[in-house]
């Protein structure tokens, strides 16, 4: 069974920090890209930041890029997403999210391209 399980969102001061985490286990295949993804209330879902499989490349967002940060710590099978200097409009609940190579070009930025996601943590940021 797979599963994807974000932690660490909650409530945070403009300004302020967050370490989101998200632990898979069950992939049928241990080379697998991670994207983060985010949805506020009445809005599209946002594609966040993206790592591949090897760890070696890292794709954000232009509304966060410079503010935050995606790692993956692959003996781990975990993915971490440091945000700093938290805007209010960074609100939303946020959705990791796993693509299982296929041969078929990895379109990072598009929710549709991942195969597997978790159920979402909600980070709140207030002013």
């Known amino acids: 069974q797979v599963q994807l399980v974000e932690s660490g969102g909650g409530l945070v001061q403009a300004g302020g920090s967050l370490s989101l985490s998200c632990a898979t286990s069950g992939l049928p295949s241990v080379l697998y890209h991670m994207g983060w993804f985010r949805q506020a209330p009445g809005k599209e879902r946002e594609f966040v930041a993206a790592v591949s499989w090897s760890g070696d490349r890292t794709y954000y967002g232009d509304s966060v890029k410079d503010r935050f940060t995606l790692s993956r710590v692959n003996a781990k099978n975990t993915v971490i997403l440091q945000m700093n200097s938290l805007k209010p409009e960074d609100t939303a609940v946020y959705y990791c999210?796993?693509?299982?190579?296929?041969?078929?070009?990895?379109?990072?930025?598009?929710?549709?391209?991942?195969?597997?996601w978790g159920q979402g943590t909600q980070v709140t940021v207030s002013s």
């Open positions: 999210a796993a693509n299982v190579p296929s041969g078929i070009v990895w379109y990072y930025q598009r929710n549709n391209t991942y195969d597997y």
